[in-house]
């Protein structure tokens, strides 16, 4: 589950039966993961506020700061960072403006794996330090 994750999945389920009502929960869930998402990515402005909300319900708070600092790093792509401090450490999550998944960095900024708005993880980390937070090394 995502870092800190308690309710990305009913997030996820008012936004897609906001668009589909018919359907059960754990529709909802597939319907946004597998269709929903993919059909609104030119919907970047309700999809960043979707990815907030997500972020923020579980605990994490935007750092513009942060943000501002890796945008310039990695050459003016647009970054959209949030932290949490869990057991005494930092963690990260970035929005994936590609893929609309949040890439999760450890306290250091090492790329620890990527997880769905849901809260699910999709991916292992990135070893080879493509994904990792620039701006904290």
Same mark, same amino acid.
């Given at each position: ?71 310039? /790093? ?7 960072? @949030? $932290? +949490?401090?869990? =057991?005494?450490? !930092?963690?990260? /999550? ?7 998944? @949040? $890439? +999760?960095?450890? =306290?250091?900024? !090492? ?18 330090? !493509? ?7």
């Amino acid at each position: 589950m995502l870092p800190g994750n308690k309710y990305s999945d009913r997030i996820i389920v008012e936004f897609s039966k906001s668009r589909q009502p018919s359907l059960t929960d754990e529709e909802a869930i597939v319907y946004f993961e597998t269709e929903l998402i993919r059909k609104i990515k030119t919907e970047q402005g309700e999809l960043i506020q979707l990815a907030t909300q997500v972020a923020l319900c579980n605990g994490y708070v935007e750092n513009p700061n942060l943000s501002a600092k890796e945008s310039q /790093l990695v050459g003016g792509s647009r970054r959209k960072i @949030f $932290e +949490v401090t869990k =057991h005494g450490y !930092k963690q990260y /999550l970035s929005l994936d403006f590609e893929n609309w998944q @949040f $890439e +999760v960095c450890d =306290h250091r900024g !090492k790329h620890i794996g990527v997880w769905n708005f849901s809260g699910r993880k999709t991916k292992e980390a990135d070893t080879s330090g !493509k994904h990792d937070l620039r701006c904290l090394k």
